[in-house]
């Protein structure tokens, strides 16, 4: 517990209730909000903790710290999710991007996946071992709109960079971008993480990509 002016401030309900409520008292709760809790002879109140102006104002969003992704592997990953919009077919798939701080380069992979026109079932990549960061998970929507359903919304939870791509039977696809944890997200510019972004650019990408989906 610390005093600040005249409130305690305190991480625990159970070492603020031992230790004795004070007139004005600030505790941590289990959901992340601050609470206030006031004693007085009238009785006791608790309500959530606005406007302290004792402490700091904190600063909200995201600052990207390694190197941009080269728009190339951009390009590889788009050329792969189109191969998956055409002909009739229309599938949702994924690619994972890791980067070595030591060699400082990036790598895209294709985990095991299996699909569907809008649902992927994966199997996480480990490039933990060789001393990669997983930086971006970057999906694809078919002919559907770019944008974070639901369901990637209460998927993407890891603290990640995480994209898709949509209308790629379209000669100019559109893409959303953004970083998150927890289920807080922020909207980026591709151009904030991607060098020289293309997403019209068509480019090679492994074979074995291939391989690795199976449809639901």
């Known amino acids: ?90 599938l949702e798939v994924m690619v994972s991007f890791f980067y070595h701080p030591i060699t400082k380069e990036y790598v895209v992979d294709c985990p095991l996946q299996r699909v569907s026109k809008g649902r992927i079932e994966f199997e996480e990549l480990n490039y933990y071992q060789e001393g990669f960061i997983e930086v971006l998970q970057l999906h694809s929507h078919n002919s559907m709109k770019a944008y974070f359903s639901e369901v990637d919304n209460n998927d993407e939870k890891r603290f990640l960079l995480y994209g898709v791509v949509g209308e790629l039977d379209q000669e100019h696809p559109n893409m959303k971008l953004r970083a998150g944890v927890n289920g807080y997200f922020y909207d980026l510019p591709l151009e904030y993480v991607f060098d020289r972004p293309d997403v019209t650019r068509v480019m090679d990408y492994p074979s074995i990509w291939n391989k690795k989906v199976s449809v639901i």
């Open 1 to 90: 517990m610390k005093k600040m002016g005249i409130h305690t401030f305190s991480w625990s309900l159970s070492d603020l209730l031992e230790s004795g409520l004070q007139p004005f008292n600030i505790v941590a709760g289990q959901d992340g909000q601050l609470y206030e809790i006031r004693q007085s002879d009238l009785g006791t109140i608790i309500v959530p903790a606005d406007n302290l102006r004792m402490l700091e104002e904190i600063p909200r969003g995201f600052q990207f710290n390694l190197p941009k992704i080269p728009g190339e592997t951009l390009a590889s990953a788009i050329t792969f999710f189109r191969d998956y919009c055409k002909n009739g077919v229309e």
